[in-house]
């Protein structure tokens, strides 16, 4: 990928931030009982997390489980939430760079919302979008990202996600933009390119501070080493 990235998109849990022990809090109250540790399951909206642990629910019976979480999460659990080493560091060299910044969440946007406000980040994005940002919810993170694209007139050639599971790298490769992920997250980096994968927000901050930038104030080396790939690995 040859042009500069002009706008960065994050995904929030495992990425920015470490929300595990809040989740895991809440969905202990929720099905009353001992849980297997759920970094593993961590990603996707907590109505396929807990289908996951419960897979002989029905859809009421999982409404219902659900509505435990949300209830137990969306007043105590967001709270046990605290910021990725690096993540203060890399938004702040973001703006310094003047690059436009968006959140995109499969986490609602009522405990996004306050999250953001906890960790004083919120005024660091250009705009955050939820699975809930229009009703009906998307049904697909993939769908929330054509959205971002479509709503901020973004081209998704001079765009990078970055995230932490494997649904974060399909999402950006289906939209036609590159990505990196990163290994300390929820998802690890098993399927990943060896390419389009990184350890922390550290190894990022690094190449953005390490490399030269181009006139648009973003490093060639951080464009070619984010090269958008299928998830078969063939170069898109």
């Known amino acids: 990928m040859s042009a500069a990235i002009e706008s960065f998109i994050f995904d929030l849990d495992g990425t920015l931030v470490d929300s595990l022990p809040g989740i895991e809090d809440s969905v202990r109250f929720a099905l009353a ?12 909206p907590i109505r396929t997390i807990l289908g996951r642990l419960e897979p002989g629910l029905n859809e009421v019976e999982l409404d219902e489980l659900t509505a435990r979480f949300r209830k137990a999460y969306d007043s105590t659990g967001w709270r046990h939430t605290a910021l ?7 938004l702040a060299e973001l ?12 986490k609602p946007a009522f405990a ?5 406000a906890m960790l004083a980040i919120r005024r660091c994005f250009a705009g955050v979008y939820t699975r809930d940002s229009r009703t009906p919810a998307f049904a697909s993170k993939t769908e929330v990202l054509g959205s971002l694209l ?5 081209d998704p050639r001079v765009c990078l996600m970055v995230g ?3 649904e974060d790298y399909v999402s950006a490769i289906e939209t036609g933009m590159p990505a990196f992920i990163v290994a300390n997250g929820y998802g690890g980096s098993s399927g990943i390119p060896a390419g389009c994968s990184l350890e922390s927000l550290h190894d990022l901050l690094v190449l953005l501070s390490g490399s030269q930038t181009s006139s ?3 490093p060639g080396q951080l464009a070619g080493q984010a090269t958008a790939q299928s ?6």
């Open 95 to 106: 703006r310094n760079r003047g690059r436009r910044i968006f959140l995109v969440t499969n």
């Open 150 to 154: 479509l709503r901020q007139w973004l």
């Open 33 to 44: 009982r001992p849980i297997p540790p759920l970094r593993p399951l961590v990603g996707p």
């Open 231 to 236: 998830p078969r690995g063939e170069i898109a």
């Open 164 to 166: 932490d599971t494997v």
């Open 112 to 116: 996004t919302g306050r999250i953001l």
């Open 216 to 218: 648009k104030g973003m």
């Open 84 to 90: 990725q080493p690096g993540a203060n560091e890399l």
